[in-house]
């Protein structure tokens, strides 16, 4: 029994294999980037954000096996239509003070993407140069932007 079951997981997971989904690893060019307050700050950011956040995904081996292969794609398109800092300036709506509020509230990057790239675990006094040279490159909305 346990021997037919492990035969119907792997055909599952064979066939899944034929869904085109996920496997597009396309980075599109790179238009403008923001003028970085720093070097530090762009390293950092594409340290722990570029790879959702920009044109410039780097696609680690298991992007492309499905089903891990969907989230990742869809992760990245996500983050690529919130905020892709290629794109700056031009994209509809690029949301850089609000990066400055999820990396602040622990929200960025994911837990899920720490564990697969340790890299992006920042110290505390990391994390704070990051937030720092976020808020001078991008901004703050104030309460009378908002208002207008």
Same mark, same amino acid.
């Given at each position: 029994m346990k021997y037919k079951i492990l035969g119907i997981f792997v055909l599952t997971v064979l066939l899944i294999q034929i869904i085109p989904y996920g496997r597009e690893h396309t980075n599109a060019h790179i238009v403008v980037e923001p003028k970085w307050d720093t070097a530090e700050t762009r390293a950092l950011f594409?340290? =722990?954000? =570029?790879?959702?956040?920009? @044109? &410039?995904? #780097?696609w680690p081996w298991y992007s492309n096996v499905a089903p891990v292969s969907w989230l990742v794609q869809h992760d990245v398109d996500e983050g690529r239509e919130k905020f892709n800092i290629s794109v700056w300036g031009i994209q509809k709506e690029n949301e850089g003070d609000e990066a400055v509020k999820e990396v602040k509230e622990g929200e960025m990057p %994911?837990?899920?993407?720490?564990? *697969?790239? %340790? /890299? *992006? !675990?920042f110290s505390d006094? &990391? @994390? *704070?140069?990051?937030? #720092?040279g976020l808020l001078a490159t991008f901004g703050q909305k104030? &309460? !009378? #932007? /908002? /208002?207008?």
């Open positions: 594409f340290r =722990a954000c =570029a790879d959702c956040h920009s @044109n &410039e995904t #780097k %994911p837990w899920f993407y720490v564990i *697969a790239h %340790p /890299e *992006a !675990k006094s &990391e @994390n *704070a140069l990051l937030l #720092k104030t &309460e !009378k #932007k /908002e /208002e207008e």
